[in-house]
Each structure stands twice: as structure tokens, then as C-alpha cells.
């Protein structure tokens, strides 16, 4: 991606800061399983490009995709996605965005770590910029990837900072 060229007016700040917000919300959803949250982002279908990671490419549901983050994600003891970097680029109703990542999976006292880039393209729609197709690449990690089964083998369980929720 090139250097996306500067603001034109206020509506470019504007639509900037909504999908600077829409990205957030990726990260505090699914870190305190907030599945509706995190669902609301998304347009009604996406592509999904995490072949890398977990072998997935292809078109789905949203509520397809929020089920399988939450099979995923809702068995750790807890998840923190950090993003930052964030590059935008508008195109009228449409836009791309690069944002880097950190992710964090803690499950007891062990740990995997990951860290990459997500490029998404966003849609403007009758509710606000939604992502209508997303690609993660993973650029290094730490720690035994294998924790991610061995989570999902324990179940959804309560979490100290928030209980049951989104279990």
C-alpha cells in the first residue's frame, strides 16, 4: 500500500475516524466476547483471507465467522489484540486499511503470541463502515501454537474480568 494521500475536507476525517473506530471495536469485542459488538462490524457476508494462520479462504456469513472467533477465542483464560499503524485509504463508499497487530492468547500460566498485519477493505453503509473482506498475515509468534487446542479440549469457562460472559 502505497501512502494514502492526506484528508481532503472533513468528511475524510470523518469517515477515517469511523473505521479507525470499527477496527478497535475487532479488538474489544473479542477480547471481553462481546459477540454482538463484534458481529455489528462486519457486512452481512465477508471474505476472509487466514490461510496462513488457520487455513480459512473464503466467503461466509459474518454470524458464521462470529462463531467460529468465538469457538476460538472464548475457551482462553483471556485474549488481548492490540492494534496500531493504522493506514487508510478512501475511495468514495469504499476503503482499505492496513492496521498492525499483537495478539496475546493466555491460557493458565502459558502463553502464545502473534504479531502481523490485517489489510481490510471497509464499505460505507446504511449503519456506518462495515469490513466486507479481511486478510490477516502473521509475520512472527512465540510460544506453542498448540495452546489453541488445548483451550478449546477445556471449554468455555468463566473469566475472572467478566464472568460468563459471551461464553
Keep these: 500500500m502505497d501512502l494514502p494521500p492526506p484528508p481532503s475536507g472533513l ?11 470499527v477496527k478497535q471495536c475487532y ?17 452481512e457476508e465477508v471474505a476472509f483471507d487466514f490461510f496462513d494462520w488457520a487455513g480459512i479462504r473464503e466467503t461466509i456469513t459474518a454470524d458464521r465467522w462470529v462463531e467460529m472467533v468465538k ?9 488481548q489484540h492490540v492494534f496500531s499503524g493504522q493506514l487508510i485509504r478512501l475511495m468514495g463508499d469504499e476503503a482499505e486499511a492496513v492496521t498492525t497487530m499483537t495478539a496475546r492468547h493466555q491460557l493458565g500460566a502459558e502463553a ?6 490485517y489489510t481490510e477493505r471497509f464499505v460505507r453503509t446504511h449503519a456506518g463502515w462495515k469490513i466486507a ?16 487446542e488445548k483451550a478449546a479440549a477445556l471449554g468455555v469457562r468463566a473469566r475472572p474480568d467478566i464472568g460468563m460472559q459471551g461464553a
Design 71 to 79: 469457538a476460538t477465542l472464548a475457551p482462553f483464560d483471556a485474549t
Design 133 to 148: 473482506a479481511c486478510r490477516l498475515n502473521i509475520t512472527w509468534e512465540e510460544g506453542d501454537r498448540s495452546l489453541f
Design 112 to 117: 502464545q503470541l502473534m504479531g502481523g498485519y
Design 27 to 43: 479488538a474489544f469485542a473479542v477480547d471481553r466476547r462481546d459477540w454482538p459488538l463484534y458481529r455489528s462490524i462486519f457486512t
Design 11 to 21: 468528511q475524510d476525517l470523518l469517515d477515517r475516524a469511523a473505521i479507525h473506530d
